[in-house]
T-cell receptor
Framework: AQRVTQPEKLLSVFKGAPVELKCNYS??????LFWYVQYSRQRLQLLLR??SRESIKGFTADLNKGETSFHLKKPFAQEEDSAMYYC?????????????FGKGTMLLVSP | KAGVTQTPRYLIKTRGQQVTLSCSPI?????VSWYQQTPGQGLQFLFE???????NKGNFPGRFSGRQFSNSRSEMNVSTLELGDSALYLC?????????????FGPGTRLTVT
């Protein structure tokens, strides 16, 4: 069965410091991975997906199949980055895909 | 374009009762998925509906059920409520099933079971 692990419940950094939110997965098939973000009092929204290899709001994430990881990184954290971040894996089961989420990491960026 | 809407936003029920939650997807979206979010378990997939048919189901007991109407609106029902059913229930819509990265989430319904 597929599994997504986010080892840190809370990550606290100062503004301007580098950020790395860890995500590891287990899945026997070809993974499709995403990062979702939930800002305070806002709904859950897609931040980025590994397929598009894009940078959103300065965040990037690289899929490392050897280490089964999809860590989210940003070189210089901003206060507005404070939010809950969820890593998610899309897996196919009987022809239908399902999103499996990690338990999330709360990022707090202090001034 | 209006986002995904969920009603009601908050609900308090007593153990043993049943509850129905509603989700209206983004206009044109035909797939609706439901998730349960709790502090202990995080976000867990409940089920997905497309064209009024349940296409996929998570690992939840039969007390949890849902349906989708011809206008793509969806409802989920929980019967014989238990204290552990207290959670935020999220609905997400997408154009087609399987577009995991194309899901748009609603604000959720906060269910409290006493």
């Amino acid at each position: 069965a597929q599994r997504v692990t986010q080892p840190e419940k809370l990550l606290s950094v100062f503004k301007g410091a580098p950020v790395e939110l860890k995500c590891n997965y287990s899945y026997s098939g070809s993974p499709e991975l995403f990062w979702y973000v939930q800002y305070s009092r806002q709904r859950l929204q897609l931040l980025l997906r590994h397929i598009s290899r894009e940078s959103i709001k300065g965040f990037t994430a690289d899929l490392n199949k050897g280490e089964t990881s999809f860590h989210l990184k940003k070189p210089f954290a901003q206060e507005e980055d404070s939010a809950m971040y969820y890593c998610a894996l899309s897996s196919v089961n009987s022809g239908y895909s399902t999103l499996t989420f990690g338990k999330g990491t709360m990022l707090l960026v202090s001034p | 374009k209006a986002g995904v809407t969920q009603t009601p936003r908050y609900l308090i029920k007593t153990r043993g009762q049943q509850v129905t939650l509603s989700c209206s997807p983004i206009s044109g979206h035909r797939s609706v998925s439901w998730y349960q979010q709790t502090p202990g378990q995080g976000l867990q997939f409940l089920f997905e509906y497309f064209s009024e048919t349940q296409r996929n189901k998570g690992n939840f007991p039969g007390r949890f059920s849902g349906r989708q109407f011809s206008n793509s609106r969806s409802e989920m029902n929980v019967s014989t409520l238990e204290l552990g059913d207290s959670a935020l229930y999220l609905c997400a819509s997408s154009l087609d099933p399987g577009l995991a990265g194309g899901q748009y989430f609603g604000p959720g319904t906060r269910l409290t079971v006493t």
